[in-house]
């Protein structure tokens, strides 16, 4: 699991599109917001990076979307996961490549 | 991980990014969640927070030349977090890209290599530090008694740490009194330092990335900026998008990415941007837009090599011939983009150019940079807020580890050349040569070394006569897939005894005779240096893994092996730390009578710092400078003496690198004469770069998963009308040949490009499909910088699409049997 804490900047006019657009996601969580100038802070819990990036492309295509801004992330618990030796099949490049874990 | 430690994290993080973005009151949540007060977003800027980590470790993304400042989050020991620096002034706003956020998969890779390796009757073996470095030694004092100090060479990297290349350089230069010391960025920098050189008389940009925020236009030309410095296009973005009157030009072969947010796109065939470059200066002094006042004072007019001076009239005499429809028939740019650049780029009031290794991998690149500082002075360019001529580096510690250390075949500290006889006295007593020296001459030599592609061809086993170079360190870099026409090559690297220092197994790897386990970054700290003369502290962060160790740790007991243990006073220190403080120590005192001087950015002052210090910076209570040549903001106006200067006491602008002070404005031909020209055998000229989220040879990107899914195999783009004479369809596999060698490629069909013109991105390591067998070795005569950017090619279907994602990465197992096709 990886948690991202990311600045959404958005047209300040569409602030309602903006959350019907949040909403479509169960893994994003809205934070502190400044409407006025068009910022929301959300997290996003994903499996991977991959997803994170498939977000960002779904927002940053409406237009009332200007920007989906990374600021932190926190990768413990894969971490963890690679360091106990378990099986990460991400990083196992001598498979073929699946795009089930990432979608 | 439970709900509520999950919920604290998010917590944390968020009120992170709210302080990143000056958001600063109460906040609105989809769903409640618990937030401690410590987690308020202005208590929990940079500081510890026991919740999400121990501890922050403030450092730089190694991952591009950006330079984005980080914190890296640790707990327990491990690298749990990493988040960008609110306070930084290259990734405004802390904001990260894909590649960065991605850097903890690198560092627990298990592919890292954590032994050391000694090639025994072919096979790359395990062996002990102790063997492998007694190897080393043995050899290199073997090779030193037989065919002379120049026989065992050093190949470093910008992605060395500014104390590692500074290290290895005074072993080389001082210690062996050897200038056969070269480094990656002769591969992507080179020409823009010559460039700089010749025109300014002084190496790297006069402003910093700031002026991008003060532009009027900004000139982005031989750069895909959107995916090779993905951060600074951000910045560029958000500053056109909030200032839409600013004009962005773009010129390159290809409409990328970049050319989105452009007001003008201007196509040019790969190798002909110089007519472009002398038309758009003839389009404005022809219209009377040239800054009269700022030529008089500031240009010095120079045809040839810039020994000769000439006059005003004569460089319009020059350019005459760079008529708009003349330019339109040598590049393709279309003679009224000409026109309009040419009258935002003079009457914008504040243009910045930004270029990368577009104009720098040529056959004439330093040309070509010398040209786009042409456009600067005529047009009064210089030295005032948002107006600069900036060449952005490929690397992250290009210009501070490479460039300003002088660890290239010919520079000294400082970037000052070897032959300079002045300088050249200064860094021997400084470093004490004539006492510690192991070579007899007891000083540097004042001859250059080889640049690297001369010092590759020069490179050989011992039963090659012709080959002087018989033993070479390669650290943090892989020449056996970023050297062009590797057919060339490879053989060399694999007869000399070659050593190499990485943290994975490489195409380099493969052909070596000794394979050094490395240190990442974070596991061992370091100061790198990025575009715009800053310089950053990346603190040691985590504990290497074992058997793994830091390049500065492996310089010193080379140093100690061979008998400089005494010249190389961090040697003997146990920690990594100190070792490095130590060696950065020594440096900054080196440079500190140089215009690059960091004498007042102490280790002390780079730990404390959380936006790094720009050069000049004579004293630790000097802030750094934004903007050289400028009195009242370049401290070297206040004492020009001390660096061995005169600048007159009236000059408000003073370009002092030069003896007059003024700029070379110099009269290039933009014809390519050493470029290779398509013919009817091959018809198409093919250029090479980056993709976005893969990072030169893919050597880390290839192994993030996320990275390497984007573009897991290579590929040419191929304009759709050449693919339908050539009666190709989308995925169809194509072989593309050079009169060097050849690639099997599955072609992409666009119409961004310029018909007649492909591209091939250069991070695959499979051998088929390895760009670079395919690149010719011609280099820039000044320098020695190879042009990438334009090969003649023919291009043959082959068969349909076949599944090439696979994602190739050189394996341990792989190591002994390197197979290039």
Redesign the interface.
């Known amino acids: 699991?990886i948690?991202?804490?990311?600045?959404l900047y958005f047209n300040e006019q569409k602030y309602d599109e903006v959350l019907k657009l949040?909403?479509k996601y169960k893994n994003?969580?809205?934070?502190?917001?400044?409407i006025e100038n068009g910022?929301i802070?959300?997290?996003i819990?994903a499996e991977?990076?991959?997803e994170i990036?498939d977000i960002e492309k779904d927002f940053t295509q409406h237009e009332f979307i200007?920007?989906l801004?990374?600021?932190?992330?926190?990768?413990?618990?894969?971490?963890?996961k690679?360091?106990s030796g378990g099986s990460v099949p991400?990083?196992d490049?001598?498979k073929?490549?699946t795009?089930k874990r990432?979608q | 991980m439970d709900i509520s430690r999950r919920n604290l994290i998010k917590t944390s993080l968020a009120a992170s990014a709210a302080a990143a973005a000056g958001i600063t009151f109460g906040c609105k949540k989809k769903e409640p969640v618990q937030e401690p007060a410590a987690q308020q977003p202005q208590a929990d800027t940079q500081n510890n927070n026991t919740v999400t980590v121990d501890k922050w470790v403030k450092g730089v993304c190694r991952m591009c030349g950006t330079g984005c400042s980080i914190y890296v989050g640790v707990k327990d020991g491990k690298m749990v977090a990493i988040k960008g620096n609110v306070d930084s002034k290259t990734n405004t706003r802390g904001t990260l890209c894909i590649k960065g956020m991605n850097i903890w998969k690198v560092a627990y890779h298990p592919d890292r290599l954590t032994t050391p390796l000694i090639r025994k009757n072919g096979k790359l073996e395990p062996a002990s530090w102790e063997e492998a470095l007694t190897l080393i030694e043995t050899k290199f004092k073997e090779y030193h008694k037989k065919y002379g100090y120049d026989s065992v060479a050093y190949y470093g990297s910008g992605q060395c740490t500014t104390e590692e290349s500074y290290t290895f350089n005074k072993i080389w230069k001082g210690g062996f009194g050897s200038n056969m010391m070269d480094g990656n960025p002769r591969l992507c920098m080179a020409s823009a330092v010559a460039g700089y050189l010749s025109s300014l008389g002084s190496d790297e940009p006069a402003g910093a990335y700031e002026d991008i925020e003060k532009a009027k236009c900004i000139f982005l030309t031989g750069s895909n900026t959107s995916e090779a410095h993905p951060i600074l296009f951000r910045r560029i973005a958000r500053y056109k998008k909030d200032n839409p009157d600013v004009k962005i030009i773009v010129c390159e072969p290809r409409k990328t990415q970049t050319s989105l947010i452009a007001d003008l796109w201007m196509p040019s065939l790969p190798g002909t941007d110089l007519a472009i470059f002398n038309g758009m200066a003839r389009e404005i002094i022809k219209n009377n837009w040239h800054d009269k006042e700022f030529i008089a004072k500031h240009a010095r007019f120079t045809s040839g090599d810039g020994s000769q001076a000439s006059t005003f009239d004569e460089y319009i005499k020059f350019i005459d011939k760079y008529t708009p429809e003349y330019v339109e028939k040598v590049t393709g740019c279309p003679a009224a983009a000409v026109k309009q650049a040419a009258e935002w780029f003079a009457k914008s009031g504040a243009t910045m150019s930004l270029w990368c290794m577009g104009l720098n991998q040529r056959s004439n690149g330093v040309w070509a940079n010398n040209l786009i500082h042409n456009l600067h002075v005529i047009t009064g360019n210089f030295g005032k807020p948002g107006a600069d001529s900036f060449s952005l580096t490929g690397q992250p510690n290009a210009c501070g580890g490479v460039r300003e250390t002088g660890s290239l075949s010919h520079l000294l500290p400082g970037c000052k050349p070897v032959a300079v006889e002045p300088w050249r006295k200064h860094v021997e007593s400084y470093w004490k040569v004539a006492e510690h020296s192991i070579n007899p001459a007891k000083a540097i030599n004042p001859k250059p070394g080889f640049p690297a592609v001369k010092l590759f061809a020069s490179l050989g086993g011992e039963n090659e006569q012709d080959k002087p170079v018989k033993a070479i360190i390669i650290s943090t870099t892989n020449p056996a897939q970023t050297l062009p026409n590797l057919n060339k090559f490879i053989p060399n690297i694999k007869n000399a005894f070659t050593v190499v220092i990485d943290i994975f197994p490489t195409r380099t790897a493969q052909l070596a005779s000794v394979v050094l386990p490395a240190a990442f970054l974070y596991e061992k700290g370091g100061v790198y240096g990025c575009s715009e003369r800053r310089s950053f502290l990346t603190e040691k962060a985590v504990e290497a893994p074992e058997g793994t160790k830091p390049d500065l740790w492996i310089a010193c007991q080379i140093a100690k092996r061979m008998g400089l243990e005494k010249y190389i006073a961090w040697s003997n220190e146990e920690d990594i730390v100190k070792m490095a403080e130590m060696a950065w120590n020594d440096y900054i005192g080196c440079t500190a009578n140089s215009e690059k001087t960091l004498a007042g950015a102490t280790y002390k002052r780079l730990r404390e710092s959380t936006t790094g210090v720009q050069w000049p910076c004579p004293s630790e209570d000097h802030p750094g400078t934004y903007k050289r040549y400028v009195r009242g903001m370049d401290p070297i106006f206040d004492n020009p003496e001390k660096y061995g200067l005169k600048i007159p006491a009236d000059a408000d602008m003073y370009f002092y690198g030069r003896p007059d002070g003024k700029i070379n404005v110099f009269m290039r031909d933009a014809e390519p004469k050493a470029s290779e020209k398509i013919s009817k055998e091959y018809p198409f000229l093919m250029t090479t770069g980056r993709v976005i989220e893969q990072w030169h040879t893919g050597t880390m990107t290839m192994r993030i998963p996320e990275t390497a899914s984007a573009h897991p195999n290579s590929f040419i783009e191929i304009h759709k009308n050449d693919a339908k004479k050539l009666g190709l369809s989308q995925g169809d596999m194509v072989k593309v040949e050079s009169a060097r060698g050849m690639n099997i490629l599955p072609v992409k069909i666009v119409n961004m490009t310029l018909e007649g013109v492909c591209f091939v991105p250069m991070h695959d390591q499979k051998g088929n499909r390895m760009v670079n067998f395919i690149c010719n070795d011609v280099v820039d005569a000044t320098s020695g910088e190879p042009d990438y950017k334009v090969s003649a090619v023919k291009i043959t279907k082959v068969s349909g699409p076949e599944k090439v994602d696979d994602r190739y990465v050189v394996t341990k197992a792989e190591l002994d049997n390197p197979t290039f096709s």
């Open positions: 699991m948690i991202a804490a990311s600045v949040i909403e994003i969580e809205t934070h502190q917001q400044d910022k802070v959300i997290t819990e991977n990076n991959k990036e200007i920007d801004a990374h600021f932190a992330f926190h990768f413990g618990e894969e971490v963890d690679v360091l991400d990083f490049i001598t073929p490549f795009r990432l």
